[in-house]
Each structure stands twice: as C-alpha cells, then as structure tokens.
C-alpha cells in the first residue's frame, strides 16, 4: 500500500464520525474510546478544520454533545452535522407532515414541524420504539397515500453499544420498503448531500478532506463516493471481515482515532 | 383474453389460499368471505381434488382448523399444507437449533424441537413479537455464528385482517438480512418445495392444478413459476393495481372463490 504520506497529502479537514470512534454508547451515557478524547484535542490544537459527522438519531444533538462533554470531548452543538434539522428542512420546503417513527429523545429536533394527519413517515433509529404497532402505523400511513414518501434517517445496519450489537434503523427502512413497494430518501451518511453539506459547513472541498469512521459502508464508501479520502477505525462496529469488504476498500485501517490523528498530524497539510 | 374453459382446461386440483380467499382474519376468529362456505363445499363435492396451501405462521393448524369450522368450512387438518411442519422437517434433517422468533399460538408447532444453544433463527409472522428486543436477539443470534442461518416461514409482504392490513413476516426477514448480510431460506410460498410438496400430498401434477390466491406474488407468481396455473380474488389482501403487476400476471382475475367456483365447476375436468 502507498506510505501514508502520498494518502494523507493535501488533508486540510477531517470529518469525525461520533459512535464507535470517539466513544461507546450504552447504559449511563457509554465510555469514550481509549485516547479518543486527547486525539480529539490535539486534532483541534492542530489547525485543521474539524467536523462531526453522525447518524445519530435517538438523541437530539444538545443531548448528544452534553453527553461527550460530561466524558471528556472539548466539542459543541454548533460543530455537529446530523441528520434531524437535514430532515426538518426537506420537510419545511416540501410541505410534508410526518409520521415520526423516532426514538422519544429525539422528538423535540421535530418541534416545529406540522404532524398532523401525515402524508409522509421519517423512520430514525427509535430503538424500544420499534414496536410492532409502531411498524405497523408506519405501514398504514405509507398504504394509505398515492405517493408514498419515507424519509430515512441514515441507512444503518447495526451499532456497538458496551453490551453489545444493536440493530440500527436500515432493517427497519429495508421492511417498510419492502412491505409497501417503495425506495425510502435517505437524510445522513451515507447520502452525498448530507456529506456534501458537512463539508460546506466545514469549508473545505471533497478533495481536501478526509472522514474518518467505525462503518466500511456508511463512513468509507460513502465520503469516498463523494470524492473524499476515508479511514477505517478498528474500534465500534468494525469487524475484521470489513477490510476485505467486497465493494468497499478505505484508504488506510487504523487502530482508532488516536492513531489516525498520529498520522494525520504527520501527513497532512496543516 | 382467451376463454375461461381453455384456461382451465385439463385442471384436475385445486389449491386453495386460506387467508384472504376463505375468510379475512381478525378479532374474534375473522370474518368469512361471502360465498366462500359454500364454494368450498361444492368444490369438494365436484370431484376435483382441494388442498388448503397456506403461509399461516401466527396459528397452528389445529387452531386454524378450529377457527375456520367454527366459520362453518367443512376442513379438517390433514388437509392443510402449512410452513411450520415443513421447517421442523428441515431442521431435524441438519440438525439446527433455532432461536424462535414466532408467534406464541404457534410455538407448540415447534415442541419437538431443541432450542437450546441456537445455531439458527427461525423466523415466522410474529406480530406483537417483533418486538426491538425480540428481533435484536434474532439479530445477535445471526451475527454470532460463523454460518449464519435464517428459515423465513414465508416471505408475504402483508395481509388484511377485519380492521385494515397489517405487516406481514417479509419485511422483517428483509431486515435481518439487510442488518446482517445474508439471504433467508424460505420455507412457505412462494417457494417451488412448498407448492411441490402440496402438489404431493395432493396427488397432481403441477400442469393439471391451479391455485386460487389473493397474493399476486407470492400465490400467483409463485405457483406460475411452478408450472401451476393461477386465479387471483379480488378479495383479502388484492388491490386493482395487482391487475397490472409489472412482472405477474394471473391466468384470470375473480371477484372471489365462489367466481372461481363456479368457473371451475364449468369448465375443469372432474
């Protein structure tokens, strides 16, 4: 493989994915990842730009920050990218009214929007909310339209939490689009206009940046379909098989953030 | 469209759907369908051979039987070909241990079977059961094993009960599979096994039988690819657009069995 320094040229910002690289939720809030929360400072002190990138979708993003800044990570809300106010957008500039089959914590980033008699679903990650009768609601609003529209928050397939895997929100899309006949609109990683927006927010282009995330699929493929760099953390949900991934090959694998960071800090353009 | 008496020329069995043609399921033992009573009955007093293939995986056969007596069908339970006898069989044959993820009603299918250890999922229309928890064990389950096995009991989309429809087992095997990266075996229709072993115990050929089912694909698509001629009612779960599927078409559409009776009784050989 080419020496670091050739793949990490030009690096001028780094997209942080949130679960499994910087931290393992669970009970009590989860538990950082060993030299994540230092990577993290050091990444800031650097003089690159840094973004959060995430999917998370059972908390709102104030939860989500209050929680990594009671485990130690110097971050804010305003340095987040995540797919609930993506959504609220497309909601508000296409008059849709959701069914929102969403983890409670997340219902108040949904405080604005009209849910009315709903002629759409937005499907998020909503853990013990993934009900029969909640599926099943979903299902009958999606029927019941002419022009189904399911808007997914993020693709999925499964999360680590400190006691182990947990099924994530793509199961659920893939059985509601199979049930109704449909394709969901996915809002998050690793739809191209979600990474697209993070970079702006970031202001850096496509080519200058690297993400960095536990998902050979989400993470990697994603950014590098967009034109990114992208590296596989060995921490979260990665699994050995990931580095022989059938369609998906990172740029580099690395032990986890603080390794990354290590060689970023070394490689790229600061 | 050619007449009905060279369509159903030479038929000499008939395969009869239960849900949706005989009765629509629901509160209380469901409802039957206008004529349908009476239709099997003088189907059975025509000379023709009957057998009931169904994707019932919410019941055992000895309640489904009871339930559609009850309604007044004049059934008995040898004469049903259902999913859970046929999974048991497979799953003795290469000695599997399944984590259930069934319905309680039908759980007694199972009783000979050793569930300790899991080396398998078995997953069936659950209903209330899946449940987050229930299908995240399912999902553990499969991620855990070096060969992941996951027997569907059907893959139906959905199915109408009394007060409206309701997601069916196929969207829930879409979502293991898409959170674990494999592919289900499937045990019921539409699968060829399934409609050669009624055919079987029936005592026909595929070319001399016809099946009558509500389900486009999973009856019709199912039992064409089979060799089988196939009606769809216009009762249970059909709706007009399955008249212009892009990829099934029925040998004939009728507005319910008793249509399909009577068409039968005119026009099959006895």
Redesign the interface.
């Known amino acids: 493989m080419t020496a670091w320094g050739a793949r990490l040229a030009g690096v001028r910002g780094v997209l942080l994915d949130i679960s499994g690289v910087l931290y393992d939720s669970g009970e009590g809030g989860g538990k950082p990842i060993a030299g994540s929360v230092e990577a993290v400072a050091r990444l800031k002190r650097s003089g690159l730009k840094v973004r959060l990138c995430t999917n998370e979708s059972q908390k709102s993003r104030g939860r989500l920050v209050g929680e990594l800044r009671h485990l130690g990570f110097d971050v804010s809300e305003s340095e987040v990218t995540a797919p609930p106010p993506a959504a609220c957008q497309i909601l508000k500039e296409r008059g849709l009214r959701p069914y929102l089959l969403v983890h409670d914590e997340v219902r108040s980033e949904f405080d604005e929007i009209d849910t009315s008699n709903p002629n759409c679903v937005v499907i998020a990650d ?8 909640n ?2 609601k979903a ?2 609003v999606l ?1 019941e339209l002419e022009n189904p529209v399911l808007i997914s928050l993020g693709m999925g ?2 999360y680590k939490v400190t006691s ?5 929100v ?3 899309v ?8 449909i394709e969901a609109e996915v809002v998050g990683k690793p739809s191209p206009e979600f990474f697209t927006s993070a970079l702006q927010e970031m202001g850096v282009e496509a080519h200058q940046a690297v993400m960095i995330g536990d998902d050979i699929v989400g993470d990697v493929g994603g950014a590098q379909r967009c034109g990114m760099r992208a590296l596989q953390v060995r921490t979260g949900k990665f699994r050995p098989s990931d580095e022989h991934h059938p369609e998906v090959k990172a740029d580099g694998y690395v032990d986890n953030l603080a390794e990354a960071v290590d060689l970023l800090l070394q490689h790229a353009d600061k």
Chains 1, 2 share one sequence.
């Open positions: 909503a853990g013990e909310n993934f009900s029969y009768q599926m099943n299902f009958q029927m397939r499964y182990g895997l947990m099924l994530d793509g199961g659920y893939k059985a509601l689009e199979y049930a109704c006949g």
